[in-house]
């Protein structure tokens, strides 16, 4: 899968989307997917060096990849593409081609920001549409957070059904480019 770079300008600062070093971003990632705000991302127990050989995986892999984003160069959230017909879905559903699948992770802040996240996650669909064999955007949230549903669905995200994967009961959402230029120009 690609490795290329983009920059996203919005009304709370320019966010930049580069692949993460799985060795140079590992401490801060610790810190991020071990906050109790991260819980939905199941690695709260997860020691430096876990998190660095799960990285590590993910950077070895064809079908997976991750990145870092920043804002105004600052590392603000990560972000992970896979192909679902490969990675995290295999049996799950049937793929068409041009599914991408997405997760994406918002860094824990003591000041928060209006309408961040909404910005985050469109900086995340815009860099994944930005590759023209990108047709849909597959998600699969746990069914708990209903936070990240709400958001999915701002950003253009249908609900299909719920899911079964061997760590949770998961709400598969997908989004095409045009719901999400809809939801973006509305």
């Given at each position: 899968m690609s490795t290329t770079?983009?920059?996203?300008?919005t009304d709370i600062g320019t966010f930049t989307i580069r692949p993460?070093?799985?060795?140079e971003d590992a401490e801060l990632l610790h810190g991020w997917v071990t906050h109790p705000k991260a819980a939905f991302w199941m690695m709260q127990e997860a020691k430096l060096p876990d998190v660095e050989r799960?990285?590590?995986?993910?950077?070895?892999s064809e079908y997976h990849d991750a990145f870092l984003g920043l804002l105004d160069g600052e590392p603000v959230f990560l972000m992970e593409r896979y192909n679902p017909?490969?990675?995290?879905?295999v049996g799950l559903y049937?793929?068409?081609?041009g599914d991408v699948g997405m997760h994406f992770l918002v860094a824990p802040s003591d000041t928060p920001v209006h309408g961040f996240t909404r910005a985050v996650i469109t900086a995340v669909m815009e860099h994944l549409f930005a590759d023209p064999a990108t047709a849909r955007v597959v998600v699969e949230p746990d069914v708990r957070n209903k936070a990240v549903h709400a958001l999915n669905e701002a950003v253009g995200f249908i609900p299909e059904r719920e899911i079964q994967k061997p760590e949770k009961k998961a709400l598969l959402s997908f989004c095409t480019?045009?719901?999400?230029?809809k939801a973006a120009a509305a």
């Open positions: 770079s983009r920059m996203t300008t993460l070093d799985p060795t799960e990285y590590m995986a993910i950077a070895a017909a490969h990675v995290e879905l049937e793929p068409e081609p480019r045009e719901q999400f230029r």
